[in-house]
């Protein structure tokens, strides 16, 4: 029994080290190597300073900026609260929740608000919209940053990354990207 005890124990600190340490350690060196940007989480740097990351949504409040969709992590965007709101479609708090986003994204205008702009992803860090809802933006956003709209369309359009291979995913645009070719359009 003893021995048996001894060879159980054994395998258990090797697999422990093996599988808990040495393989993560291992798949994480691979990532730096082979992907390197990906591995650091694609972060963005102007003048050495991170600003963001393309993977996670921020919170672009002010009116002139295009936002992204509304987050159900933590307080906004918060990476270690990632997750959804896990409310149903038929929960009074979702229809209400939702029913005030329409609201606010309206600014009075008779325009379907595309879905995106009013509902959370399901990690509610989602950083990237819909070609639609950011060209649903762009009528209030021209008006305050005194830009035509054709030229916000075409920014859109540049900045629009479609289907994977054709076939894969919707089209979809990076709301720090965007917001970026922004600044420095009206920075000129």
């Known amino acids: ?37 990906q591995a650091a989480g694609e972060l963005i740097t102007r003048n050495g300073k991170v600003i963001g990351s393309q993977l996670i949504g921020q919170a672009f409040t002010r009116g002139n900026y295009f936002h992204s969709r509304p987050s159900a992590a933590g307080t906004g965007y918060d990476a270690g609260a990632s997750s959804s709101s896990n409310l149903g479609p038929t929960s009074k708090d979702l229809i209400s929740r939702t029913e005030a986003s329409i609201t606010a994204e309206q600014h009075g205008s008779t325009v379907p608000v595309p879905i995106d702009l009013v509902t959370a992803s399901g990690s509610g860090l989602d950083p990237d919209i819909s070609p639609a809802a950011a060209y649903y933006q762009i009528p209030s956003i021209a008006r305050q940053r005194h830009l035509s709209e054709a030229t916000l369309t075409q920014l859109v359009d540049q900045h629009t990354t479609q289907r994977q291979f054709g076939l894969l995913g919707e089209p979809r645009v990076n709301v720090l990207d965007l917001n970026l070719a922004l600044d420095a359009l009206t920075t000129r």
């Open 1 to 37: 029994m003893k021995k048996i005890l001894l060879t159980a124990t054994r395998y258990t600190l090797i697999t422990a080290i093996l599988l808990g340490i040495g393989y993560p350690l291992l798949i994480t060196g691979l990532a730096h190597v082979l992907f390197p940007k």
